[in-house]
């Protein structure tokens, strides 16, 4: 059973507590510091939801595909923007239609009616208190489902802390550890400090990946894309995962790559990583004593 079906009461309280910062929006650690009624902050997110996209999605890690999908629902605008997105007509351009969080309470029950076996929230920063009201409201209408939050691990550590008790499994990116690559490709130079303790805080609330019968129900799923030419950097990231967060840490170590949106005016980045340095990443991984969620290890 999802976590916040016990605490009803506290769900409503953190929907209600974390709505008043969006008249001063300290949501993610850019701190706008925006009324998100009257005017935009960096994620371009007025205070209406705006959702591109929801259904059922088979192109997840299996754990949380299982037969009938993950319920994902894709929130227009992004608290991150990096350069080489790839959903960049979602999360830079815009793409998406106001809706209510009736509405969304509607879209969260429809995918579980569909058969879905979680809430796959994706890029949610910039809307947690529209979102935790809507999930009150399909609380209360039926809805079961484990919610997952898939992030790109650039969170305000105080929102998250308030997220305990309310979501299940936690799925941030972790992008990178060098300053400069923040800097350049995400203009968040202080990224790779905040994720780390984005990290533990999520780690500490839900622990390691655990499932059912093959589906994930509660903890952590970290996920890295290995990028060209910054080999290096995904290995001191798995250090980080296998040394201070738990080397049973579920990992999925991506290959997806490709040179997308603004990423063609970066020469390092300006290509697919080689199999040759994705395997480097991945031997790195089982060096440092990490063995799940990657390589074809989906054991839960
Ligand atoms: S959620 Fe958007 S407006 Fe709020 S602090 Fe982050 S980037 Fe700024």
Request: charged content about 25%; glycine content about 8%.
């Amino acid at each position: 059973m999802a976590v916040y079906l016990d605490n009803l009461r506290l769900l409503k309280e953190r929907a209600e507590e974390l709505y008043s910062l969006l008249e001063e929006c300290r949501l993610c650690p850019r701190c706008c510091g925006v009324n998100r009624f009257r005017e935009l902050g960096y994620c371009k997110a007025p205070a209406e939801l705006v959702v591109s996209s929801y259904g059922p999605h088979f192109g997840e890690e299996a754990p949380l595909v299982g037969l009938g999908g993950s319920g994902t629902i894709f929130f227009t605008y992004c608290n991150l923007l990096c350069v080489f997105c790839q959903n960049y007509d979602i999360s830079h351009l815009g793409y998406g239609e106001v809706v209510s969080e009736e509405d969304l309470a509607e879209f969260m029950l429809s995918l579980q009616r569909r058969g879905c076996h979680n809430i796959n929230l994706v890029t949610p920063t910039h809307y947690v208190p529209q979102i935790l009201k809507a999930l009150y409201i399909a609380a209360t209408r039926g809805l079961k489902l484990p919610l997952v939050y898939n992030c790109g691990g650039y969170e305000s550590l105080e929102v998250i802390k308030k997220l305990k008790g309310i979501v299940d499994i936690y799925m941030p990116d972790v992008k990178f550890f060098d300053k400069k690559a923040c800097k350049l490709y995400l203009n968040a130079p202080n990224y790779p400090e905040v994720v780390r303790a984005v990290l533990k805080e999520m780690h500490s609330q839900v622990g390691d990946l655990v499932g059912k019968d093959g589906l994930a129900v509660r903890g952590l799923l970290i996920r890295h894309l290995v990028m060209p030419n910054y080999v290096e950097d995904s290995k001191k990231i798995l250090d980080f995962i296998a040394r201070e967060i738990s080397k049973n840490s579920y990992v999925n170590i991506m290959f997806q790559y490709r040179p997308l949106y603004r990423a063609g005016e970066f020469e390092e980045i300006a290509r697919r990583p080689t199999l040759q340095e994705y395997a480097e990443v991945v031997a790195y991984a089982e060096k440092v004593g990490l063995w799940r969620g990657f390589g074809g290890r989906e054991a839960l």
